[in-house]
């Protein structure tokens, strides 16, 4: 199968070897149109962000005002701190030329000037092999003003790195867009979405850095080409991330629609010592978990998975085999969100961190059934009640998980209903009465 | 402690506000090079940083209080960061948290009596497909085992007592 994304070429991160190979063709072919007729063929294409959501990426630059007087911006969205993600990465290290000439055209499409790449800090190594990609694309004139004389037009645009600092809500678009004005990264209330209201109150389009890269074969090859490959409502290949109890982790660029399983045994090479699955992820942390007996026929794309009650998310699949600790990994996920949660919201911060004090208890082995009830209704109550999707992402792993696995969850807690101690309230106020002894 | 920028420093800084159509947008560069030069960063760093960008020193706290790669206290000289996320913990990473706690003697955010190791536990670093990790300082380490971990603390040290050795 073809790699769209990820050709296996030596050294194509090397400008020399992308030129070689065609590179900067799409961005001339792109120039000498019209930027509604690139938004028109990426829509076409079918192309869906590859960041989470799965929303068709001409349709999303097609929201960008055409007649403006404030500066439009692109921003690159490399946070990638999603457990289970690592795919962007590899972008960055072995094509970071595609991804550069896929900002030009999307720049040109959209009307923006200046675009930034956001990379998470932790990718210091990552980070510095995007900056001298993008150093060597500036000395050879394919980003900045030298662009109108390379290519023959009167367009150009600016290509920055901002570089994150450790905080995963940073890859919400609305607080990566506060964090690279220099602020706390705090979401943002939408609407205003961030096409009418973006970075420093202009127009702004933020995409993920595979959606991206995958620009430039849409252009090159056309829209027909591409909607042609993998499931026809969520086309192309995607870059899955497989990790956990697989022989062999790692990205796998597949077409979209190939089955979970066939990912799991025919390229992750299958689980160490041949042990059943009891549960997988398929689309990094935040998304619903299925149960390891129901994975036959499950396609990997946005409509399939959610049929099947997940979603495609990252496409980080994470894999847990018979003998994992189920209430451990669900802890140690509730954990993250708790720690992430930027605190705006109340029922995000508080729940994740209700969530997490419920789930040690089961841990601990003092839980009891109405435990699991909790869950849910702490689940719930953050759900939906929130500014940014973290709180979504934080709920559906419990609630999903506890649902699915009941049985799992019910033989680790106590069949006996623990209700809270009501007089508990009372230790609150300040009284000088002497309160009731309570008797278990 | 006074903190001033050194000259190199500044021209990066003035080279990253050009990026931006405000300069309060450069605070996140100009604390990672505040980072780079002091270790950490300490109130006066924080001033020195307003002063530069001419903005509230409040914003630049705001701004380091909420991501957690900006050093508020000093660290060791390596800064040891334990992912112990999903696709790591499934891999043994509590394995190789509780060797490194063991081999420094030191708990979760604490640094060695000789300021040699500091210890964090992180979140997920996006290597999962290379699970177990952690990272020194900016470089990571993969696909670790209890063994390679041990081998690597050692020769970490001893990097170190040849460095002192000159
Ligand atoms: C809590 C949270 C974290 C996110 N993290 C990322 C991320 O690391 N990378 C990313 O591309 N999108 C992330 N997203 C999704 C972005 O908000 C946005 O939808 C995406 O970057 C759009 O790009 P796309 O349309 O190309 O997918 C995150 C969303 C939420 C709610
Ligand atoms: S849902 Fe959570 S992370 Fe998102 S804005 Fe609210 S508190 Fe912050
Ligand atoms: S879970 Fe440890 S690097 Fe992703």
């Given at each position: 199968m073809e790699k769209i994304v990820l050709p296996e070429i030596k050294h194509l991160h090397l400008i020399d070897v992308y030129l070689a190979n065609g590179g900067f063709n799409a961005a001339r072919k792109a120039f000498s149109q019209s930027p509604d007729d690139i938004i028109d063929q990426v829509k076409k294409s079918g192309l869906r962000g590859r960041g989470g959501a799965a929303f068709s990426a001409g349709l999303k630059w097609s929201f960008m005002p055409k007649t403006t007087t404030k500066p439009k911006y692109l921003c690159v969205n490399g946070d990638e701190s999603e457990p289970g993600s690592f795919k962007d990465r590899q972008i960055f290290e072995f094509n970071p030329h595609q991804l550069i000439e896929g900002i030009l055209i999307t720049c040109y499409a959209i009307g923006a000037k200046t675009c930034y790449i956001y990379i998470r800090g932790e990718y210091h190594k990552w980070i510095r092999l995007m900056e001298n990609a993008l150093a060597?694309?500036?000395?050879?004139?394919?980003?900045?003003?030298?662009?109108?004389?390379?290519?023959?037009?009167?367009?150009?645009?600016?290509?920055?790195?901002?570089?994150?600092?450790?905080?995963?809500?940073?890859?919400?678009?609305?607080?990566?867009?506060?964090?690279?004005?220099?602020?706390?990264?705090?979401?943002?209330?939408?609407?205003?979405?961030?096409?009418?209201?973006?970075?420093?109150?202009?127009?702004?389009?933020?995409?993920?850095?595979?959606?991206?890269?995958?620009?430039?074969?849409?252009?090159?090859?056309?829209?027909?080409?591409?909607?042609?490959?993998?499931?026809?409502?969520?086309?192309?290949?995607?870059?899955?991330?497989?990790?956990?109890?697989?022989?062999?982790?790692?990205?796998?660029?597949?077409?979209?629609?190939?089955?979970?399983?066939?990912?799991?045994?025919?390229?992750?090479?299958?689980?160490?010592?041949?042990?059943?699955?009891?549960?997988?992820?398929?689309?990094?942390?935040?998304?619903?978990?299925?149960?390891?007996?129901?994975?036959?026929?499950?396609?990997?794309?946005?409509?399939?998975?959610?049929?099947?009650?997940?979603?495609?998310?990252?496409?980080?699949?994470?894999?847990?085999?018979?003998?994992?600790?189920?209430?451990?990994?669900?802890?140690?996920?509730?954990?993250?969100?708790?720690?992430?949660?930027?605190?705006?919201?109340?029922?995000?911060?508080?729940?994740?961190?209700?969530?997490?004090?419920i789930l040690n208890r089961i841990l601990r082995g003092e839980g009891s059934v109405n435990d699991l009830d909790l869950l849910i209704s702490v689940a719930n109550n953050i759900e939906g009640n929130t500014i940014c999707a973290l709180g979504d992402a934080a709920a559906w792993p419990v609630k999903f998980m506890i649902e699915r696995f009941r049985d799992y969850f019910e033989e680790r807690v106590s069949k006996e209903i623990k209700l809270p101690v009501a007089n508990k309230v009372h230790s609150m106020r300040k009284t000088e009465f002497p309160l009731a002894e309570i008797k278990n | 402690m006074d903190f001033k920028f050194t000259r190199e420093n500044l021209d990066k800084i003035n080279d990253a506000i050009k990026r931006y159509p405000d300069k309060q947008a450069a605070v996140m560069h100009a604390l990672w090079i505040a980072q780079a030069q002091n270790g950490w960063i300490s109130n006066e760093v924080m001033q020195e940083i307003a002063k530069v960008l001419e903005i509230n020193p409040e914003d630049v706290l705001g701004v380091v209080t909420f991501y957690t790669m900006y050093h508020q206290e000093p660290v060791g000289k390596y800064h040891l960061q334990v992912c112990t996320n999903v696709s790591c913990m499934l891999r043994g990473a509590y394995d190789i948290y509780e060797t490194v706690k063991k081999s420094l003697g030191i708990e979760n955010m604490q640094v060695t009596a000789d300021k040699k190791f500091s210890l964090e536990e992180v979140e997920c670093m996006g290597s999962c497909g290379s699970a177990p990790m952690i990272a020194v300082n900016e470089d990571y380490y993969e696909n670790l085992t209890v063994e390679k971990i041990e081998e690597i603390l050692k020769s970490l040290t001893l990097t170190l007592s040849k460095e002192e050795g000159v």
């Open positions: 060597d694309a500036y000395r050879h004139g394919f980003a900045g003003e030298q662009m109108k004389e390379k290519f023959n037009t009167d367009f150009s645009c600016e290509i920055y790195v901002h570089k994150g600092a450790g905080a995963y809500i940073c890859g919400e678009e609305s607080s990566l867009m506060n964090s690279i004005e220099g602020k706390r990264g705090y979401p943002r209330v939408k609407p205003p979405f961030p096409a009418q209201y973006g970075l420093w109150g202009c127009p702004t389009t933020v995409n993920n850095v595979e959606t991206i890269a995958n620009v430039p074969p849409i252009i090159s090859n056309g829209w027909n080409w591409f909607a042609k490959i993998g499931e026809p409502k969520h086309p192309g290949t995607i870059l899955f991330g497989i990790s956990g109890h697989v022989n062999k982790p790692g990205v796998y660029e597949l077409p979209s629609g190939t089955l979970l399983t066939d990912l799991i045994y025919n390229y992750a090479g299958g689980v160490p010592g041949n042990k059943k699955i009891l549960c997988v992820i398929p689309g990094g942390s935040s998304m619903p978990p299925l149960r390891g007996d129901q994975l036959e026929g499950i396609k990997m794309d946005a409509e399939s998975l959610k049929a099947a009650g997940s979603a495609i998310g990252t496409g980080g699949v994470m894999v847990m085999d018979e003998d994992t600790d189920l209430v451990k990994v669900l802890a140690r996920i509730t954990k993250f969100y708790y720690h992430e949660s930027c605190g705006q919201c109340t029922p995000c911060r508080e729940g994740t961190g209700w969530m997490l004090k | -």
